[in-house]
């Protein structure tokens, strides 16, 4: 699926928020820059708890994954999808990882 469709059809799925949530353009301002480790930092988190916490859920990642593989796979998905990144972050690393990390379909 489509990382646009699926970050889409998850933002028609969430109701407003009255806290401030992370926008993926602000996690991909996080993201780009390293020499600002407290941002970087808040990010690199940010990516971790997402990935944890939907692992095996809406995407499988393979056993002994590194940060690495997972930080550029959102950074690269976000600066492609520019038209999905004012959604909430949670929704656009969700699909990012989805799409480069698709669960195997059981025959």
Same mark, same amino acid.
């Given at each position: 699926?489509?990382?646009?469709?699926?970050?889409?059809? /998850?933002?028609?799925?969430? $109701?407003?928020?009255?806290?401030?949530?992370?926008?993926?353009? !602000? %996690?991909? =301002?996080?993201?780009?820059?390293?020499?600002?480790?407290?941002?970087?930092?808040?990010?690199?988190?940010?990516?971790?708890?997402?990935?944890?916490?939907?692992?095996?859920?809406?995407?499988? /990642?393979?056993?002994?994954? $590194?940060?690495?593989?997972?930080?550029?796979?959102?950074?690269? !998905? %976000?600066? =492609?999808?520019?038209?999905?990144?004012?959604?909430?972050?949670?929704?656009?690393?969700?699909?990012?990882?989805?799409?480069?990390?698709?669960?195997?379909?059981?025959?």
């Amino acid at each position: 699926m489509n990382i646009r469709m699926l970050a889409l059809a /998850l933002g028609l799925c969430a $109701g407003q928020a009255s806290a401030h949530l992370v926008s993926g353009n !602000e %996690l991909m =301002q996080m993201l780009l820059d390293p020499s600002n480790p407290s941002a970087y930092s808040r990010g690199v988190g940010y990516v971790l708890g997402v990935a944890d916490g939907s692992d095996s859920i809406l995407f499988c /990642l393979p056993e002994g994954v $590194g940060v690495r593989p997972l930080i550029e796979t959102v950074s690269r !998905e %976000l600066s =492609q999808a520019a038209d999905v990144r004012h959604l909430n972050a949670s929704m656009t690393v969700t699909a990012a990882l989805a799409a480069s990390f698709p669960c195997k379909k059981e025959p």
